[in-house]
Every structure is written in C-alpha cells, then in structure tokens.
C-alpha cells in the first residue's frame, strides 16, 4: 500500500469516527461543519432580506376555524360537552335550547339547520360580548365562537371559530422579520445546511402545527368527536388571513407563507376573497386550509349590524363559510373511516380457531362500523334529495394555475366527491362484512364436520361399550334357561 493510500485510509476511518462520535456527543464537533457554515453564513444576510416581508406589507392570522363531526355514538358525549361548557341553555330566549333543537332536527328526514350557539371567552376577558361564557379555552385563543349544523338526520357537527391572540396573530409575519444564521444538519454519516429560508419555513410549519394540536386537544377534552380519536392530519381547520396589498410582492408573500397561488378558490359573494386548499402538495392529506382577505376588499363590506370593533369580519363569513367547512370536513370523516375499514379488514379478518370466535368478531365489527353505515346512507339519500347542499353557505369558482374549462365551483365539487366517498366507503364496508360473513360460514362448516367426527367416534365407543357390557348378562341368562337345552348341547357347551 503506498503512503498516500495509507494516509487517506487513516483520514477516512478517523472522519467516521468523529461522526459517530458526534451522533453520540453533540458536544464533539462534526468535522464537516466548519467548513459548510464557512460557505453559507456570508450568504445569510441576503437570504434573510429576501425572506423579509416588505416594510409596506402588513398581515395576521386573526382567526382559526376548526370542525368536528359527531356519529350517532359520539351523541351523548356531544350533549354532556354542552351542558358542561353551559352551550346548552336558551340564550335566545326561543323557547328552544340548542339541545332540543338538534335532537328535533335528528328526528326529522331532512338535514340542513343550524344553530348558533353563542362565545365562550376567558375569565380575565373584560370586553363586552353579547351571550358569552366563560369557560376553558386553548392557550393560544382569547374567545371562540361556535355554531351547530345537522347535515343529516344522523351527522351534527360544529364549527368552532377561535379568535387568536395579538401575539400569536401576528406570529407569522414575525418569525418571517426576525433574523436566522444557518444551522448544520448531520444526517447519518452526511449533512445537510438549513437555510434562513429553511428555518423561517420550518417554523411556520411548528407554529401552525403546535396552533392547531391545542385546538385538537381543546375538542377532545370539552367535545369529543369523530376526530378527537383520529390523527392530527386528518382534523380539519381553516386560518383567516388578513393582509394588505402587496402589490408586486403578492406572490412572493404568498409563498413565504405557505399559501398555495398555484390552485385557490374565489369567493362569489366576496369578490377578493380566496379559499386557499391544500397549502402543501406534498401534504395533501393534512385537512388545513385558508381564508385570505386582502385589507382594502374587506373594507368595503358593510359590517355596521356587526358592531365597530375591529375584528368583526370572521362574523360575517361566521355562517356561510361554516357552513362550507363542515362539508368539506366530510371529506376528512371518510378519509378516517377508510382508515378505520381498513384496520377492521386487517385485524377482524384474520383466521380464529372456532366459529364461537368469528362470531364475537363480527358483533364487534358490525358495532364498530354502524357510524360508518349510518353516515354512507345518510349522505347518499341527501345526494339524491339534495336537501344536505342546500344553497345558504358561500360558494367560490376554482381560480388559481390550476384552473380548467369549464370552471369549476366548490360547491358541486364538493358535492360530487362527498357523494363518490360515501358509495365507494359503503361498497368497502359491505364487502368487508360480506367477506366476514364467509368467514363465519366456512368456520361453521368445518366445526360442523369436526363435530359429526367427534359424534361417530363417540357413537362407535359406545356400541363396544354395550357390547362388552352385555356378555356377561347372557352368561348368567343361558345358565338359567339351560334346562330347556338339549343334554348333548350342554355336554359339548361344557367341554
């Protein structure tokens, strides 16, 4: 081996060695990291100017809508989740509290009401606020409102509007203000360096995923539902963004941010008004969406039967664009019931030793999935009568890169997917009960057969067990009766 290699050798294995010693010990130096922040950290300055927002430019997040879905078995925690929040009284003086209202308007055929079910804020709020409580509340929340749907006879939901505080409305564009020094990265025996652009996005993705874990929890605890028993990527929430006209820099910001200019929805009834969904193509399964309003536009919408406070604009989307969000929550309730079929499928299908055990599987299976029968025939009767898409929520018109001829409007396809979901979910759950089903007759079947082998065997046993018990009775009868036998019979009998 010549010297060369021999050194290069050495250099190798004591490389490797610090890596791994560093993986282990952060407090030993990775080898390559001087030099990597030595190449990068005279770029910072400039990466952090580009990710700067405009000086003119001004923006917050002032509100977060969040949804939950509640199945016929998740009834009685919705009702004791509003009597202890005190939801549950007549604060309308209509003769009708919100709990009567929605079991009437489950007793009924027809979907489609709604009921506002007033604020809750916290105990050191001191503004003045028409039907609130005070009650618990996330930490990153200073009031929330809420609504109740019935879209169907058997699916309420609720609409939770949850009002930010100053510090955390105004998060985002902070994080994007503030200055950030590139940071190494090992990974395995490479690295990697994280950017200011890469660090200010990364945190972006923190804040709204630690915003949205709180409003998580916060239904879990107070109004548990379909999803407070599902992943955090499948809970639906909205964010409303409010900013001023950034002119040329629109779509810079919008990229900064993480809103999605490539395919967005604009709102009939509020011209400058956009649905932003999703805002990462590479998370197209995380249900979180945006409503972003640009200043000037909003300022023109008449708001005086809103009051004079600043932050009256989520009130006047409250209803309509609820409306629109339960629906479109649908489609994250049958992303969690796929998921749910498909852990019956994996572990109720497997092969039990006895027909008593598929059959216990199969109670369990059909109690498990009646939500999910419920909810499929529900919204496949509300597609046919159309009564769940009635025509009192907003609508918005596909406008963003993606746009198609003709153009497309939300509400049909959001009509149109739901009612695809709900066939393809129910057709998934007949074939897996169907294939159960099989399961248990061919279980049946071959306890059946093994019983018959069991029952002869036994029938055999005892046949020779008669037989052997019954030879010395006849001993004793052919003694008895030996005098009606001839003499030379019984000689020979004898010898």
Not at 15 to 42: G, K
Not at 95 to 111: K, N
Not at 305 to 312: E, R
Request: net charge neutral; hydrophobic share 40%; glycine share 6%.
């Amino acid at each position: 081996m010549k010297a060369s290699q021999f050194i290069n050798r050495v250099n190798w294995v004591w490389r490797n060695l610090l890596i791994w010693t560093h993986n282990i010990l952060t407090l030993v130096p990775h080898p390559d990291e001087a030099s990597a922040l030595s190449f990068q950290r005279p770029r910072d300055e400039d990466e952090n100017a580009k990710t700067r927002p405009p000086a003119e430019y001004e923006g917050h997040m002032q509100c977060v809508w969040a949804v939950e879905l509640y199945t016929p078995s998740d009834l009685p925690e919705l009702q004791a989740g509003l009597v202890k929040l005190g939801l549950a009284d007549d604060i309308y003086l209509s003769g009708r509290d919100p709990l009567s209202f929605m079991l009437e308007a489950r007793d009924r055929s027809v979907g489609g009401s709604w009921s506002n079910l007033g604020f809750i804020r916290k105990r050191e709020d001191r503004r003045l606020y028409t039907n609130a409580r005070i009650g618990p509340l996330p930490g990153q929340v200073e009031m929330a409102s809420l609504g109740l749907y019935q879209l169907t006879p058997a699916i309420t939901a609720i609409a939770a509007c949850f009002f930010l505080t100053q510090k955390s409305a105004s998060r985002p564009l902070d994080i994007l203000r503030e200055e950030r020094k590139s940071k190494f990265k090992p990974l395995g025996r490479g690295y990697t360096v994280l950017t200011p652009a890469h660090l200010k996005r990364d945190e972006l993705e923190e804040f709204r995923a630690g915003l949205r874990a709180e409003l998580h929890e916060w239904f879990a605890v107070q109004l548990p539902g379909l999803f407070a028993r599902s992943p955090l990527r499948r809970f639906p929430t909205c964010e409303f963004w409010i900013y001023s006209s950034a002119g040329e820099h629109a779509g810079k910001m919008d990229n900064l941010l993480g809103l999605p200019i490539y395919h967005s929805w604009s709102s009939t009834d509020w011209p400058g008004v956009r649905f932003l969904w999703p805002l990462d193509r590479t998370r197209r399964e995380w249900f979180h969406a945006t409503l972003a309003a640009e200043r000037e536009v909003l300022a023109s919408l008449d708001v005086s039967s809103y009051g004079a406070q600043p932050d009256v604009y989520p009130y006047v989307f409250e209803h309509p664009f609820g409306g629109l969000l339960v629906r479109w929550a649908l489609l994250s309730a049958f992303a969690e019931f796929r998921a749910r079929l498909s852990h019956q499928r994996d572990n109720r299908l497997g092969l039990p030793r006895n027909a008593s055990k598929a059959l216990r599987s199969m109670e369990a299976m059909i109690l498990e999935t009646a939500d999910i029968d419920a909810v499929c025939n529900d919204l496949q009767d509300s597609g046919e009568r159309n009564f769940a898409w009635q025509d009192d929520y907003a609508e918005f018109i596909e406008s963003g890169s993606l746009r198609t001829k003709p153009e497309r409007h939300l509400r049909a396809v959001l009509r149109d997917a739901v009612q695809a979901e709900a066939v393809s979910i129910y057709q998934m759950d007949h074939r897996l009960k169907s294939l159960a089903l099989q399961q248990g007759n061919i279980l049946a079947t071959a306890q059946t057969l093994r019983l018959q082998r069991v029952v002869g065997l036994l029938t055999v046993i005892a046949l020779f067990i008669a037989a052997v018990s019954a030879i010395e009775p006849l001993e004793k009868i052919s003694k008895h009766f030996s005098w009606l036998l001839p003499r030379n019979l019984i000689t020979t009998t004898r010898q």
